[in-house]
């Protein structure tokens, strides 16, 4: 039995990877102590008849970020982490992106004293890599990866992208010194091809951006890619896969041996692309890139996501404004291709994958917590982060299940003025949210304060995904 520790949660249903444990949880100086019976404490907490689980880990975000077009999001480090927080997440990995001509030493330099002086949750950074010809960019990147940023992100479209060549030697670089590497596939000469058809028919309407962005875009990129991890035997993850196509490749390799992981995103799970069919501009709202599908390819995702051929789900959270700073820069009528890509989703991810699949049932609890918090954590090196054990941090969330929230039209903490899920019902809210043993959100209230956040060393990647079991439990 735990005694004279900072904090005990009683009586709640505790989510381990083992399977749920009705029980207290003690916690002291930060970490998890004790999963049982528990004595005397500062501070006692009920959790009877509510959920115990990790703090949601989002691996995929754009946190006060350029993007390819030469735009800044709307978030700041700040405003994203304590929209963050208020949903459950309490880890992120955002992206420090070169921008041309930049050693990746400056690069990271600059994002860490970004996120230093505003985040309010834990954070790590992928290496967004766009310019290879820079000097002592091999020895750069080996640095960088030895000194704990053990994940890289590359993009085969945009003015970003790298060529094959280009991307089989970053492989070479990951393999050698031991970094995943992240990978935006869609072909990007198929996209150029169906954009420059749309644009002179002039169906450059924000439901024509489905159209230019074809689902044999991602199909032909997603297959690629899982035959370069193979030949180099050099693990990826393939992100925010939006077709069951995509999907299918992805089980293929798997079963091959190919060390592959991908990941899809709620707005994939939830959404059509008749979202995009709106009056005027409003469809703009929901642009993303891939963009959303069809029904049966949610299925498809959904099948992909509970036998483990996807391996988690992250919010590729891509702020903009609905204004002339963020969707509407171009102008007042701009076209598809003139609109930023990209919705908010940080504070969203945890409420709506819980809402299906704790409330719904749609897998159950252990496999909710398996997808949002330990499955990223796990995969990504965060050793301390993610599940509910003795010695991990004490990143706690407590659910109540039977609270139900609409989300409304601008109710969110983040900096976007808009939520892309505005009318929908959630059922299950995070109640209490914990990072480190410190309290950052009680009944709505925040409690957080910037800098609070610690970066995340990443000494080693915990896992080769041979190693990483397929299929969840339904407990």
Known sequence: MASNVDLVIHDGRVVTPQGIVESDLAVDHGRIV??????????????????????????????????GMGQWNADTFETATKSAAMGGTTSVISFAAQAK??????????????????????????????????KGFAEDLATLIDGGHRSLKVFTTYNIQLND?????????????????????????????A????????????LD???????????????????????????????????????????????????VWAETCPHYLFMTEDILDKPGLEGAKWMCSPPQRTADDQQALWDALLEGTLSLVSSDHAPYRFDETGKLSAGPNPGFHQI???????????????????????????AFAELTAHAPARIYGLLHKGRIAEGMDADIVIWDPDKSVIYGGNDLHDNVGY????????????????????????????????????????????????QHAMGLSTQ
């Not at 505003?118 to 790590?124: K, N, P, R, S, V």
């Not at 954009?195 to 924000?206: D, M, R, W």
């Open 34 to 67: 004790a999963i049982g019976p528990a004595g005397g404490a500062t501070k006692h907490i009920s959790a009877e008849g509510k959920w115990v689980m990790p703090g949601g880990v989002d691996p995929h975000a754009h946190i006060e970020q350029m993007s």
């Open 209 to 259: 951006h489905a159209k230019s962005r074809p689902r044999v875009a991602e199909i032909e990129a997603v297959e690629r890619i899982c035959r370069f991890a193979e030949y180099l035997d050099q693990p990826v993850m393939l992100f925010h896969i939006s077709t069951k196509e995509g999907a299918d490749a992805i089980r293929a390799a798997r079963a091959r041996g190919a060390p």
């Open 101 to 134: 001509g930049q050693r990746l030493s400056d690069t990271v330099s600059d994002y860490a004293v970004r996120a230093k002086r505003g985040a309010m949750i834990d954070y790590a950074f992928h290496i967004t890599l766009t310019d290879t010809e820079v």
């Open 340 to 366: 930023a890509n990209g919705l908010p989703g940080l504070e969203t991810r945890l409420p709506l994958m819980f809402d299906a699949m704790v409330t719904q049932g749609r897998g159950g609890p252990v």
């Open 195 to 206: 954009k420059k058809a749309l644009i002179e028919a002039g169906h450059v309407k924000p």
């Open 419 to 466: 939520n892309p899920w505005e009318g929908r019902t959630v059922t299950g809210w995070p109640e209490y949210v914990f990072l480190r043993g410190q309290m950052l959100v009680k009944n709505g209230r925040f409690f957080g304060a910037p800098g609070n956040g610690q970066w995340i060393d990443r000494p080693e990647l915990a896992t080769h995904p041979r």
């Open 165 to 193: 060549a280009q991307l089989l030697n970053i492989f070479r670089h990951a393999r050698d010194d031991g970094a995943l590497v992240c990978v935006h596939a869609e072909n990007d000469a198929i996209i150029a091809q």
